[in-house]
């Protein structure tokens, strides 16, 4: 029981950084995945609508 007992105590130190580090990084990827997210739903419907534009007018221009 004593050998156990330093181990848990000795392990947590080493986590804790690596845990700081993965928070940040999770925050800059969901920043990243929140533009890339919001390019393509402000993105979709101005290319649709371009798309839907030169459609008509290649069908009024034969």
Known sequence: EPVSSPDPSSTPPPTAP???A?????T?????????LGIIVVA????????GCLLYFKKRNP
């Open 44 to 51: 979709t419907p101005i290319a649709s609508f371009i798309s």
């Open 22 to 26: 993965n928070i940040s990084t999770n």
């Open 18 to 20: 690596p845990d700081q």
């Open 28 to 36: 800059a990827n969901m920043t990243l995945l929140g533009i890339i």
